[in-house]
């Protein structure tokens, strides 16, 4: 990769004729704005009720100072992590009110071991991944966290969902977006067709207005995203890149400075935003961290209509066909240009 030495980099910037700057998230989807090209009454008021569990859950996020929702329930999910009380209250969110309009057959989720039902009437045509609260560990210190959902249709002709109707490659997404409780609470979401969008949550009227039109991650950045305290356990491949992207190479943009949450939705918006790279590998055993139905492939699909790449490292991460709902794989994504250099180290190339 060489860049001139007065490069800049560009980072996302709001388009020049801010034109639908400021209207509301309910409008950009009623209006068709998402560019989903079929889109049905039924696929409209699906993103409607995951936008509302964003305002419920927000809410809820805002207050997490409070004894009453801080603080450990004592259970632990199906990672085995320890359920904070509010994963659970984020995940009955979603539950309550997806299961509501009958429009989502099922919902996987990272809180529920089995896949749950949520409509058995045949009319019911989509299926919702989720991560009700990636992140959860930074709540107690008060880091950003994030929710995470993805949008599969069901098969037309059979009534009811199995779990074996959510292992399919993320290309088949429909929609996939999140939640970011940060400094704001802001939410992009895509169809794939017509850009990736953000929308960020004005609490005093209780509405999401665009503030994010069309973002497009630059063609390369100047940050990167790993935890290097899990160098020991890392391929030498991944070793000899991280050495790589620190060395002192300012011509070709290097030293990429390091940025790091330990929050995926945080530092993936970032990248989205920023540009540069975002990578958790797998360890020398190949076994990976992030989950493929609900962080992998939302993240994937959303910096692919962005114009970036997401890659296991190896291959493209909308490709991969999922063996079991929690399933994980290596993640990298960011710029194109960043993956590549990525994925050269991993073959070997460099
Ligand atoms: P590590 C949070 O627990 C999470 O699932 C993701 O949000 C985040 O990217 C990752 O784990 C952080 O893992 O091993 O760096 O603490």
Redesign the pocket.
């Known amino acids: 990769m060489s860049l001139s030495s007065d490069h800049q980099h560009p980072s996302w910037r709001p388009p020049e004729s801010p034109s639908r700057i400021g209207i509301t998230l309910e409008t950009y989807i009623l209006e068709g704005m998402l560019g989903f090209p079929a889109a049905t009454g039924a696929f409209t008021s699906l993103l409607n009720q995951l936008v509302l569990t964003a305002k419920l859950v927000t809410s809820k996020v805002r207050r997490a100072g409070l004894a009453n929702v801080l603080g450990y329930t004592g259970q632990t999910n199906v990672q085995g ?1 320890s359920v904070q009380k509010l994963d659970e209250v984020a995940n009955e969110t979603l539950l309550s009110v997806l299961g509501r309009q009958g429009h989502c057959a099922a919902m996987v989720s990272e809180e529920l071991g089995d896949m749950r039902v949520l409509s058995s009437d045949p009319r019911a045509k989509y299926l919702v991944v989720v ?1 009700p609260l ?5 709540i107690d210190v008060n880091i950003s ?2 929710t995470i959902f993805g949008v599969l249709r069901k098969e037309e002709s059979k009534a009811g969902a199995e779990p074996s109707d959510f292992l399919r490659p993320g290309r088949d997404l429909l929609a996939a977006g999140y939640v970011l409780y940060g400094s704001s609470t802001l939410l992009v979401i895509t169809t794939g067709l017509g850009g990736v969008h953000g929308f960020t949550y004005d609490p005093t009227v209780g509405e999401f207005f665009l503030s994010h039109e069309d973002i497009r991650i630059p063609e390369h950045g100047a940050t990167y995203s790993i ?1 290097e ?2 160098s020991a356990r890392w391929p030498e491949s991944v070793r000899r890149w991280n050495a790589w992207i620190k060395e002192d190479a300012k011509p070709e943009g290097r030293p990429y400075g390091a940025r ?9 918006h970032r990248t989205l935003l920023k540009g540069g790279i ?1 990578a ?1 590998p797998a360890d020398r055993s190949g076994q990976g ?2 989950r493929l139905l609900y ?1 992998a492939n939302p993240f994937a699909f959303i910096f692919e209509a962005a114009g970036g790449k997401a890659s296991t490292g190896i291959e493209r991460v909308l490709d991969l066909t999922p063996r079991s709902l929690h399933e994980r794989v290596p993640l990298v994504l960011g710029s194109p240009r960043d993956v590549d250099d990525f994925e050269q180290f991993m073959r070997g190339e460099r």
């Open positions: 992590e991560d990636d992140g959860s560990s930074n966290i994030g935890n305290g899990h790091y949450v330990g929050s995926l939705v945080a530092d993936a975002f958790y961290k992030l962080e």
